[in-house]
């Protein structure tokens, strides 16, 4: 059973346009929501993460929009740059428990 | 400079034949994960180290094992690989539990099953 679903699968975006990445999860007693940048030949590393007791979080170009009713959360990258093209993951879970990844979104950012 | 070290970055090993996959870290994180990245799909969470105590996923596969004999290094063991566990495999460290704390990932090592 999958934990937690993401969209798209594969994104395409030019230089300066937003990429939006979305993900839903089932469990309502999930209370950390990180996401994670993954670079070809290299591990995931955390890029941002939000707790359901704020609506949104902004580091930088990208943001995190969290709706707790819908039990769906986003990921906003603003005027994505080529430097930005890589996989990126949503994760969720409970804190001190296992973190339960998405399947991944390809993000190219043409320039 | 790397943080999660993993060795070797590409591994071929025969059908059946065990092999050893190893983590080490220079963070002196308390807590050390070991997930399998397949192709195109999420990281899956195989096992866990708090220190010396050992959590194993309900649904990982008896095949796969995991030592830890000091804070440094972590190793995954496939004592019979079959095809089925060709991946990535992603070594990560956290301070404390995730959520508490931000979890660090190696480069991972592809293992390729022949």
């Known amino acids: 059973q999958q934990q937690v679903k993401q969209s798209p699968q594969s994104l395409i975006v030019q230089k300066g346009g937003i990429s939006i990445i979305n993900c839903a999860y089932e469990?309502?007693?999930?209370?950390?929501f990180p996401w994670y940048q993954q670079f070809p030949g290299k591990g995931p590393a955390l890029l941002i993460a939000?707790?359901?007791?704020?609506s949104e979080k902004k580091e930088g170009r990208f943001t995190i929009s969290f709706n707790k009713s819908a039990k769906q959360f986003s990921l906003h990258i603003m005027d994505s740059q080529p430097g930005d093209s890589a996989t990126y993951f949503c994760?969720?879970?409970?804190?001190?428990?296992?973190?339960?990844f998405g399947t991944g979104t390809s993000l190219t950012v043409i320039p | 400079d790397a943080m999660v070290i993993q060795n070797p970055r590409y591994q071929v090993t025969q059908f059946g034949k065990p092999v050893t996959l190893s983590c080490s870290q220079t963070l002196n994180h308390n807590v050390m994960y070991w997930y399998q990245q397949k192709s195109s799909q999420a990281p899956k969470l195989l096992f866990h180290y708090y220190d010396k105590d050992f959590n194993n996923e309900a649904d990982t596969p008896d095949n796969f094992q995991s030592r830890r004999p000091n804070t440094s290094f972590c190793f995954l063991d496939i004592r019979s690989p079959g095809l089925g566990d060709a991946a990535m495999y992603l070594c990560a460290t956290s301070r404390d539990r995730q959520g508490l704390t931000e979890a660090f990932f190696g480069q991972g090592t592809r293992l390729t099953v022949v």
């Open positions: 994760a969720a879970g409970n804190t001190g428990n296992q973190f339960y």
């Open positions: 469990n309502t007693a999930f209370d950390y």
């Open positions: 939000i707790r359901p007791d704020v």
